[in-house]
Each structure stands twice: as C-alpha cells, then as structure tokens.
C-alpha cells in the first residue's frame, strides 16, 4: 500500500491560515489523494480529495505538487472546532474502498 | 443533513459471545464500509461492501466476522465469537459512489467492549 508521511502534531492560532503538509513519494498515477480529519471521540470526517489538479471545497483547499509527491491541505482560516486529527491518506485504484489511515497530524488551534 | 447512524452506542460483552453491531447507511448510498479503531491506535478498514457482496477485506475481517444487508437499509457487521482484542471503536461508513471519486461519511461510531 503507498504511504504517506506527515508530522505528528502542528499548531495554529485562531483565525490564520494553516498549512498541513502530507508526502506520498511511491504514489503512482491511479492514486487520489485524500484528506479525512477525527474530531476528538468522533468518526472521520471527510475533508477533500484529489488527483492532480488543486482542488477547493467550503471547507479547505488541497494544492497537490506537479509530480505528484506531496499535497497541503490548507485550512484558510481556523477556528478552534478544526482542532483535530488530520489525515492524509492515498486510495489504491480500483481497490474497493479502503482506506489506509496513518497516524495523521494532531492539529492544535489556540484562541 | 443526512448521516450514517450506527446502534448501540457502547455494547458491552463477554468474550465468546456473538455481537452485532448495526448501521442506517445514508439513504441513496451504494457502498458500504466497516472500519474499527482500537483506543489510542489507528482507523483500520475492515471491509468494504457493494452489490450485495464484499468488494474488498482486510486480514483483520477473518471468519469470525461477517456483514450483511438485510433488508435494503440495514448494514450489520456481526462477529461470532468475541476476543478481547476484538475491543474497539467500530465506524460504519458509506458512499454514494466509489471511493475514487466520492467521499465516505462515517457514523459516529459503537463502542465495543469484550471482557
């Protein structure tokens, strides 16, 4: 399964822009990358996902690197709820839905 | 908004026993998934479920566990003869289409505990 490597924890202040950096060097052309976080004592929560091109949704930004290598996630603005375990995870194509969770990054936002 | 409910909430068991644990998919969904996390470790994908068959499992989804979708809105995962490290968080997720192109809604998850 392709990997992906993020640090462990990152901190922010409220309200400012967070970058959250993912490497994924074995991924191949068929893989998306996806972006899941965890609230604390909550199931995953979707985030966003992509394959080549950079993608925006209403709650984050996915700039993915021309090769392909590595991704940030950008959160543009945070609040104190997107305290929580983000994921970067790579879907093997074609492979029926799983999902290979890492450890993640533990996302601390202080007021 | 529409979520994936999961029943119960916590279960409590005795190891040996059978469980089945429940899951209210969202409404129009085609793909169905059961992931578990054991406390303090990982999201680990147990299996995923489409056309009324499993699409894809893991090692972790041996005999001792099967799934099913009874009635058209249903989607248990049941395991037949609980261990203790069968103690976990259990998500149920699902998917309107396929994971390459949609994204997976996870319920809030049922506390399993085997003693």
């Known amino acids: 399964d392709a990997k992906t490597t993020q640090p462990n924890s990152m901190e922010s202040n409220e309200e400012e822009p967070v970058h959250l950096p993912c490497n994924h060097s074995?991924?191949?052309?068929?893989?998306?990358i996806h972006w899941y976080r965890q609230l604390p004592s909550q199931g995953p929560e979707y985030v966003i996902h992509?394959?080549?091109s950079n993608v925006n949704n209403r709650m984050a930004s996915l700039a993915i690197a021309e090769d392909r290598k590595s991704s940030t996630l950008i959160l543009h603005r945070a609040t104190l709820r997107d305290a929580a375990v983000y994921y970067c995870?790579?879907?093997?194509?074609?492979?029926?839905?799983?999902?290979?969770f890492g450890q993640g990054t533990e996302l601390s936002v202080k007021p | 908004e529409p979520e994936v409910t999961q029943t119960p909430s916590h279960q409590v068991t005795q190891m040996g026993q059978e469980v089945i644990l429940r899951c209210v998919p969202i409404?129009?969904?085609?793909?169905f998934y059961w992931y578990r996390q054991i406390l303090g470790q990982k999201v680990e994908f147990l299996v995923s479920?489409?056309?009324?068959?499993?699409?894809?499992k893991s090692e972790i989804f041996d005999d001792q566990f099967s799934v099913e979708r009874p009635d058209g809105s249903n989607f248990t995962l049941k395991i037949r003869s609980t261990k203790l490290e069968d103690s976990a968080m259990y998500f149920c997720?699902?998917?309107?289409?396929?994971?390459?192109?949609?994204?997976?809604?996870f319920g809030e998850g049922s506390r399993l505990t085997v003693l």
């Open positions: 997720a699902s998917s309107q289409t396929s994971l390459d192109t949609g994204e997976l809604f």
């Open positions: 479920f489409y056309n009324n068959e499993i699409s894809e």
């Open positions: 074995t991924i191949s052309g068929t893989d998306y």
């Open positions: 409404s129009n969904h085609l793909y």
């Open positions: 995870i790579l879907s093997i194509y074609n492979q029926g839905g799983k999902l290979i």
């Open positions: 992509g394959l080549t």
